[in-house]
């Protein structure tokens, strides 16, 4: 099974709302950086009926390259989550 790129998640809203696929890119595009901004800021997203957006922030541990077997020490660090909502996950 093929993963879905950005273009034909792009194709695909072009072809539902009547758009032409460079208007639809703009929102899409703009929509996924003001997620990212968003994010950056620290706030979460809630979209009702999909899943929530989110960062979590990881403790500092050690850690080992697989290449050399060196441990390497990982950082405090801040990773974007996202939670599916119930209704998502009924549907897929």
Known sequence: MANTTKHDLIADVSKCTGLTQADTKIVVEELLETIAAILEDGKNIEIRGFGTFYTKV??????????????????????????????LK???
């Open 90 to 92: 009924k549907r897929v």
């Open 58 to 87: 990881r403790k500092p541990r050690p850690a080992r390259n697989p290449k050399t077997g060196e441990v390497v020490p990982l950082f405090k660090r801040i990773v974007p989550l996202f939670k599916y909502s119930s209704e």
